[in-house]
């Protein structure tokens, strides 16, 4: 069975700097996607990035990229030039892309502050 | 487009009823997915609708049930509920089961 780990449950930034939330998964498979999602405080779940496993390329969007280490089963979000609103819970997610399993596996999810 | 909405948002129940949630996904989705979020367990998939058929079931009692209609709007139903019931469900919408989901704002039911 797939596993997805985040091992930071806490972290935090100064506005404006730069951080990196990690993420390790298991899993036998080969075609397969990873997303992070952002949950801010009392409201709805966000699709912040994803990354196909078939693709080399580091996915981004605008201040937010990933990098996938596919042998390593790692894939870490770096959020650049932090910002308040970027305090949320932050997840990371596995999905297969094989058969009719699509469910998503979750991490705990790592929470992050924003320092002014 | 209007995003995923969920009703109700909030809900107090106490052990032994049962509860229906709904959820309405993004005009045009057809793949509707429910997970359960409580702070020890965290995300746990539910189960997964496409096209009024039922795709994938996770590890939940068969109390916990769920339907979608032929408008792809879904609910799912929790019957004699239990204070570990107590949770923010969330449902997740997208174009088709490969799809990228997208999330409503969830129901947070309270069991007492």
């Known amino acids: 069975a797939q596993t997805v780990t985040q091992s930071q449950p806490e972290m935090s930034v100064q506005e404006a700097e730069t951080v990196t939330l990690s993420c390790t998964y298991d899993?036998?498979?080969?075609?397969?996607?990873l997303f992070w999602y952002k949950q801010p405080p009392s409201r709805q779940m966000i699709l912040v990035i994803r990354?196909?496993?078939?693709k080399q390329q580091n996915a981004t969007e605008n201040r937010f990229s990933v990098n996938f280490q596919k042998a390593a089963k790692s894939f870490s979000l770096k959020i650049s030039d932090s910002q308040l609103g970027d305090a949320a819970m932050y997840f990371c997610?596995?999905?297969?892309?094989?058969?009719?399993?699509?469910?998503?596996?979750w991490g705990l999810g790592t929470s992050l502050a924003v320092n002014p | 487009k209007a995003g995923v909405t969920q009703t109700p948002r909030y809900l107090i129940k106490t052990r032994g009823q049962q509860v229906t949630l709904s959820c309405s996904p993004i005009?045009?989705?057809?793949?509707v997915s429910w997970y359960q979020q409580t702070p020890g367990q965290g995300l746990q998939f539910l189960f997964e609708?496409?096209?009024?058929?039922?795709?994938n079931k996770g590890n939940f009692p068969g109390r916990f049930s769920g339907r979608q209609f032929s408008n792809s709007r879904s609910e799912m139903n929790v019957s004699t509920l239990e204070l570990g019931d107590s949770a923010l469900y969330l449902c997740?919408?997208?174009?088709?089961?490969?799809?990228?989901?997208?999330f409503g704002p969830g129901t947070r039911l309270l069991v007492l």
């Open positions: 997740a919408s997208s174009f088709g089961t490969e799809e990228t989901q997208y």
């Open positions: 005009s045009g989705h057809r793949s």
């Open positions: 609708y496409f096209s009024e058929t039922q795709r």
């Open positions: 899993t036998s498979e080969s075609d397969y996607y």
């Open positions: 990354q196909e496993a078939y």
């Open positions: 997610a596995y999905r297969s892309n094989a058969g009719n399993n699509r469910k998503l596996i």
